[in-house]
């Protein structure tokens, strides 16, 4: 299966949202809730920020949401900071014990 | 909450082999599922495998089949990779994560979602 696509980048400035979208197919992301963003800043490894669609871990502000409509998941940043500046990357399971990552969107906060 | 340190990384030759290790502390090891996902440089993320808390289920992506196999010593508190038949395409850097705890159920984590890292180590494929 192919990966899932994202943008390759998005940005916007201090104290506004983007949002990320992460589209796939009705085999992964349109058939399973088990979606989730991890941000990978340079040179480190990835942090899971939302699992399960739209649930925070303990210590992800609140920021961060997540949401999904048919095929496609998103990740909305609300009030950007400039340490929220990094690369994010959407999973989705795909069925037969596959996991399947985006390409990676760099978020730049101008 | 737990840390996860990778080693074995280096460089081989197409046909080659390596085992890399992840070394876990901080938290039950005999606990959690672990997996193995993988990143070429500058790209995205791509999955590699998965072993159960007591190592008596296995699953590996189609592209390292028949060719790596994950493993795990519970007494050591260690994860394993054993990568045979190493191609290009295996250079990478390989990351070891910790499946998210979910308290209270039958099996205490989710297979889905990672929320414990290592910070990776590189294997570099080349003749």
């Known amino acids: 299966q192919s990966a899932l696509t994202q943008p390759a980048s998005v940005s916007g400035s201090p104290g506004q949202s983007i949002t990320i979208s992460c589209t796939g197919t009705s085999s992964d992301v349109g058939n399973y809730n088990h979606i989730s963003w991890y941000q990978q800043l340079p040179g480190q490894a990835p942090k899971l920020m939302i699992y399960?669609?739209?649930k925070r871990p303990s210590g992800v502000a609140n920021r961060f949401s997540g949401s999904k409509s048919g095929n496609t998941a998103s990740l909305t940043v609300s009030g950007l900071q400039a340490e929220d500046e990094a690369d994010y990357f959407c999973c989705s399971y795909a069925g037969d014990s596959l996991l399947l990552f985006g390409g990676g969107t760099k978020l730049t906060v101008l | 909450q737990g840390q996860l340190v990778e080693s074995g990384g280096g460089v081989v030759r197409p046909g080659g082999s390596l085992r890399l290790s992840c070394a876990a502390s901080g938290f039950s090891f005999n606990n959690y599922g672990m997996h193995w996902v993988r990143q070429v440089p500058g790209k995205g993320l791509e999955w590699v495998a998965f072993?159960?808390?007591?190592?008596?289920?296995?699953y590996h992506a189609d592209s390292v089949k028949g060719r790596f196999t994950i493993s795990r010593d519970n007494s050591k508190d260690t994860l394993y990779l054993q990568m045979n038949s190493l191609r290009a395409e295996d250079t990478a850097v390989y990351y070891c994560?910790?499946?998210?705890?979910?308290?209270?159920?039958?099996?205490?984590?989710?297979?889905?979602?990672?929320?414990?890292w290592g910070k990776g180590t590189t294997v570099t494929v080349s003749s």
């Open positions: 994560g910790r499946c998210l705890g979910v308290p209270g159920a039958i099996i205490p984590y989710s297979y889905y979602y990672m929320d414990v």
């Open positions: 072993i159960r808390y007591d190592g008596t289920n296995t």
């Open positions: 399960e669609i739209n």
